[in-house]
């Protein structure tokens, strides 16, 4: 088995799969969008190429079976595919039509997704079809996908090509809330892990990291969120409402995400919800602090900030 959902199982191909698969892409209507039907031969060479990018890649399309029953009702995987000239990875996937319209095969596809980006490199994933297939684009709609190119295809006239980032994937399975009392002590654990290495040259104790916090969290007009991803805190930013410059703005006191898990966005999305904290409120901007040689100033102005007066201080007016 390589991927478990709450009604499917997703494993490795073998040659004893060979009827079943081609009762289905044998099927006239179930191949409609397809240059024509497989024959024998073709459906045994789907099954051998697919075991061969397991052996290359580490992944491929997937025997995809009913977990209640075992039944065999399709595939679903990702393979490397030739979409308008370049190679780009795809998820792909077949379904029985006895089993279509049950959301199965969009049930295989989002835990393919997750497992491609959990398990490779990839910063954006692909399905691409006929233009005339509205079930395979619809499934790649409600795998989070958008349309992003249709162009022409000796093979299917034209073809649509969807496609999701990684970043776009992780707003999709992120949960960000308001900063509780509770979160402090687990906000804690990451600033110190953040903090306690090479670079920064600090010791932080976890009582001293959460006495920091606690007092961040106890000021007035206090504005914090948490990221979480699996009900895990992953980062937070500690901020509150005051007078800046004569304008009524948000201070960010402390940003933070988990170390292994930087670079990938997380603080982007923190920034962003506090922006709309900032437009809901009719606030001037947001301002903050930070070290002039850390990768800080660089990550803040991406996101829009430039510097203030001070080297040290950089504010974004919204």
């Not at 045994?44 to 580490?58: R, T």
């Not at 110190?192 to 007092?215: F, G, H, K, M, P």
């Not at 923190?270 to 409120?281: A, C, G, N, P, S």
Request: with cysteine.
């Amino acid at each position: 088995m390589v991927i478990e959902t709450e009604r499917l199982i997703l494993r490795d191909y073998n040659l004893e799969d060979f009827d079943a698969l081609f009762e289905i892409l044998s099927d006239a209507e179930t191949m409609q969008h397809y240059p024509k039907p497989y024959d024998e031969e073709m459906t045994k060479h789907w099954i051998e190429w697919n075991i061969q990018n397991y052996k290359e890649y580490g992944f491929g399309i997937w025997a995809v079976e009913l977990k209640e029953t075992g039944e065999f009702i399709g595939d679903c995987g990702i393979t490397i595919q030739n979409i308008d000239g370049e190679f780009l990875p795809e998820i792909g996937y077949h379904i029985h039509k006895k089993y279509w319209r049950k959301g199965l095969g969009s049930e295989a596809a989002r835990a393919v997704r997750d497992w491609a980006f959990e398990n490779t490199k990839y910063d954006c994933l692909y399905s691409y079809m006929k233009y005339t297939n509205i079930g395979s684009f619809s499934t790649a709609i409600a795998n989070g996908m958008k349309k992003v190119k249709e162009y022409p295809d000796p093979k299917n006239t034209i073809s649509y090509a969807y496609a999701i980032t990684r970043e776009e994937w992780q707003k999709m399975k992120m949960d960000i809330r308001k900063m509780e009392q509770v979160d402090i002590a687990a906000c804690a654990d990451i600033l110190c892990s953040v903090y306690n290495n090479e670079l920064w040259q600090c010791r932080w104790s976890r009582e001293v990291a959460i006495e920091y916090l606690t007092d961040f969290y106890n000021m007035q007009k206090f504005v914090g969120y948490v990221i979480e991803a699996d009900g895990m805190i992953c980062g937070a930013i500690f901020a509150h409402e005051k007078v800046w410059w004569n304008n009524s703005e948000v201070f960010v006191e402390e940003m933070f995400v988990q170390p292994d898990l930087q670079r990938k966005g997380y603080g982007t999305m923190l920034l962003e919800k506090v922006e709309e904290y900032i437009k809901e409120k009719g606030l001037a901007g947001m301002t903050l602090s930070t070290n002039r040689y850390a990768p800080a100033p660089k990550f803040y102005g991406k996101n829009g900030f430039v510097n203030c007066e001070h080297i040290l201080f950089m504010c974004k007016e919204l």
